[in-house]
C-alpha cells in the first residue's frame, strides 16, 4: 500500500507560479498511474493532469493546458510527483490532492484508490 504525502502550497499572485509535490512512501511509485485533482470550496473534485507509470503519457483538462506540467521522478531518493503550476489565475484557487492508481490511467476520480491530505493553493487577483 502507498502512502501520499502532498507539499508546496501556498498563496500567490495572479500571474505567479508555485510547484506541488507529492512524495509516496510505503511502496516505489514506478508501480502506480497518478493524478492530480481539485476542489474548490463548495464544487466537486475535479481532474486536473494524469501521468502514466512511466512518465510517457500525460493528460490535461482543457483549463490548465499550457500553463501547468505534471512530472514524476521514480527513483528511489525521490518517488514523487510533480505539478508546476504557471501563470495561475484566481479560479485554480482549490485544495490540490495527489492520487494513485495501480491500473487505471483516466480522469475518473473513484478509480483512485489511493489520496494524500491535500494542500491548499490560494491565487489573489
Known sequence: QVQLVESGGGLVQAGGSLRLSCQA???TLSTYNMAWFRQ??????????????NGSGTTYVDSVKGRFTISRDNAKNK????????????????VYYCAASGYYNGVNRREYGYWGQGTQVTVSS
Open 25 to 27: 512512501s510505503g511502496r
Open 40 to 53: 474548490a470550496p463548495g464544487k466537486e473534485r475535479e481532474f486536473v493532469a494524469l501521468i502514466n507509470w
Open 79 to 94: 518517488n514523487t510527483v510533480y505539478l508546476q503550476m504557471n501563470s495561475l489565475k484566481p479560479e485554480d484557487t482549490a
